[in-house]
């Protein structure tokens, strides 16, 4: 049976024919739509005139974003599980950026996630009229303006990184015209790597 870890010492050019499971590649574009919604969805919010409808808007946010918290978890679980892990496309410190971006991104999404649940419980927000938050006692303005800062600043970092980390597999695809783009791409999988 294929060992994703036994891969770790082909050559970079076979490795990068490889491609991810069709549950991991599902996952990760849910994920982009999901990342690029909430973003959009986070930096339009003022547009929505007070009262209503800037309510129904942010609880269609901490919707989303708690879907994407589930879907991270459930990302997470799989690629430390069952899910393929593939070796990096590139060799030398190329591929170890690529290694620490990928880390990189699972952590500030994880922690976007955090911060959000976390200004939601600290202010007891509403979500449609189905249920609220139960706001704590300690919650104070300056805290909650806090969290809510450092998650407009951490969601605007997770879309920079995630931009470049874009950019990237783009280059490899159009530029070096490698396989590395098509590794997260559904299609046909070779099952076995090329030795
Ligand atoms: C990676 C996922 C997420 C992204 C990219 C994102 C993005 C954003 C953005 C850009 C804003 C506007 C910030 C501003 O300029 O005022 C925002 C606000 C907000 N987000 Fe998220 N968000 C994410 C996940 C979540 C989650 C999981 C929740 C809660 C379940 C959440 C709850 C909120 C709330 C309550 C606000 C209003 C904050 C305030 O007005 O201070 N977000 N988000
Ligand atoms: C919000 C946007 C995005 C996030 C959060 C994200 C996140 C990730 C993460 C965490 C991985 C590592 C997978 C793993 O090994 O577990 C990955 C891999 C990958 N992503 Fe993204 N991604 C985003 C957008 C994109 C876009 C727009 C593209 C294509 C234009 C893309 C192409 C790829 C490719 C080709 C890989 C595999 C790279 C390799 O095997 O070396 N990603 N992505």
Redesign the pocket.
Known sequence: MYNPDESIEFPAKAAAEHRYDDFSILLHWVTVV??AS??T???S??FFPKGGPREAA?SV??L???T??AILLVRIAWRAGAGRRLPPADSGWQGELARSVHYGLYVL?GV??A???S??WL?G?HVFDWFAFPRPAFSTRSV??TI??L??DL??L??IVAGLHAAAALAHHYVLRDSVLRRMLPGKRKTRPEQ
């Open positions: 999901l990342v909430l973003w969805l986070g930096q919010l003022s942010l946010h901490i989303l974003g708690i994407l918290g999404l976007t996630v911060l959000g649940l200004r939601v202010y927000n909650i303006r809510g800062g998650h407009a969601a605007d997770v879309v």
